[in-house]
């Protein structure tokens, strides 16, 4: 079964500080593709940062970046000089055959002025 | 490009009601994808589209959701009659061919009292 786990259903952050969001997921597949979303309270859901299971290389998105665990499957983020526009839910997908997206449930992140 | 269009915004209906919510994916994505969110049940895929033909439609709920794609640049999603356990937000979302990413329009909040 493929499943994602996001652990921590609420987090807070000072701004200007780095948090790290956690996700983990379970799959038998060896080719993937990993993603955070954010969803503001607008509701829009917006890529945030995407990785490809291949690579071995962390991805990174200006203040965004990810540490990917592919032996632990472990997707974490972490946003760096958080800003309160990051004030959002953040959910963590991933697929492997471009048409079924697994989301966790994700985590309400506030950043706090 | 204006990406993934969806209306209306919002609906509140009475149950028993017809509910039509409708989609304009981004032009030359050939994959579009319905999902509803609620708090309980999180993000859950209803259907999807590629190149105009439903290919799964595994997570519609029931008889009482169809959904169509008449084109390219068009889909509907319908719930006839609505009940109150419909009320949630549905996505529309749209992919091009060989990229294994969604991107995701508004939302549509469906309220049915």
């Known amino acids: 079964a493929q499943t994602v786990t996001q652990s921590q259903p609420e987090m807070s952050v000072q701004e200007a500080e780095t948090v790290t969001l956690s996700c983990t997921y379970d799959?038998?597949?060896?080719?993937?593709?990993l993603f955070w979303y954010k969803q503001p309270p607008s509701r829009q859901m917006i890529l945030v940062i995407r990785?490809?299971?291949?690579?071995?290389q962390n991805a990174t998105e200006n203040r965004f970046s990810v540490n990917f665990q592919k032996a632990a499957k472990s997707f974490s983020l972490k946003i760096s000089d958080s800003q309160l526009g990051d004030t959002a839910m953040y959910f963590c997908?991933?697929?492997?055959?471009?048409?079924?997206?697994?989301f966790g449930t994700g985590t309400s992140l506030t950043v706090i002025p | 490009d204006a990406g993934v269009i969806q209306s209306p915004r919002h609906e509140v209906t009475e149950m028993g009601q017809e509910v039509t919510l409708r989609c304009k994916p981004i032009s030359g994505h050939n994959s579009l994808f319905w999902y509803r969110q609620t708090m309980m049940r999180g993000l859950e895929l209803l259907i999807y589209?590629?190149?105009?033909?439903?290919?799964?439609d595994s997570g519609m709920p029931e008889d009482r959701f169809s959904a169509k794609m008449p084109n390219a640049s068009f889909s509907t999603l319908k719930i006839q009659p609505s009940e109150p356990r419909d009320s949630a937000v549905y996505f529309c979302?749209?992919?091009?061919?060989?990229?294994?990413?969604?991107?995701f329009g508004a939302g549509s909040r469906l309220t049915v009292l």
């Open positions: 799959t038998s597949e060896n080719n993937y593709y």
């Open positions: 979302a749209s992919r091009v061919s060989g990229a294994n990413v969604l991107t």
């Open positions: 990785q490809e299971a291949y690579k071995q």
């Open positions: 589209f590629n190149n105009n033909v439903p290919i799964d």
């Open positions: 997908a991933f697929t492997y055959t471009g048409n079924q997206f697994y």
